[in-house]
């Protein structure tokens, strides 16, 4: 029998238990709150998460792509873009050929997502502009990090005019930042 993870305070009224981020600071992806959520600890997780669960030629960040899809957009959805994926510092980026198949992972996502647009002042449904760079930088990324394919991906769009450089976990964690500070003027702690 597996051991249930408690880590809950008595007396404290949330749901799951928490995670420590980057920072020290306890967040709960099951009861996300947006003010548990710090541009710092989303820098520093995408920064260190390696898209296509590693399977890709060397490592790529999802930092990486998530500042090429906010470049990738007009500038009223960069920070949209940029924050796209942000959900991933919480609960892993999981290919999205698995997805469906995570019972509740879905809802889980959402919630997180929606602490994080309410944290940064965003819609609470991605823009169109973000979803269509999001696939037209996976399709470049195809093109450039990953071995030829047993048959095309099942990815409708063009592949994104962008540089796949795949930058070091440092570098993304530090062009991610720098992207959020020219795209909203607040310098990262």
């Known amino acids: 029998m597996t051991e249930v993870y408690d880590n809950r305070v ?27 959520v710090f541009i710092e600890d989303i820098a520093a997780a995408l920064g260190k998460l390696c898209r296509f669960n590693g399977h890709c030629r060397g490592f790529y960040s999802v930092a990486e792509h998530s500042v090429l899809v906010s470049m990738v957009v007009p500038r009223e959805d960069a920070l949209a873009g940029l924050l796209h994926d942000a959900t991933e510092a919480y609960v892993a980026d999981v290919i999205r050929p698995l997805k469906p198949y995570l019972a509740g992972y879905a809802e889980i996502e959402h919630r997180v997502w929606l602490a994080v647009a309410e944290k940064f002042g965003l819609a609470p449904e991605l823009p169109e502009s973000v979803k269509i760079a999001d696939n037209a930088v996976l399709l470049r990324e195809a093109d450039e990090i990953m071995a030829q394919p047993p048959e095309l991906w099942n990815v409708k769009g063009t592949p994104a005019n962008v540089p796949i450089e795949c930058w070091s976990p440092a570098m993304a964690t530090t062009m991610f930042r720098a992207r959020y500070t020219e795209l909203t003027g607040e310098m990262v702690p």
């Open 10 to 36: 008595a007396g404290e009224d949330r749901v799951g238990n928490w995670m420590q981020t980057h920072s020290g600071r306890r967040f709960f992806p099951i009861d996300p709150r947006a003010d548990e």
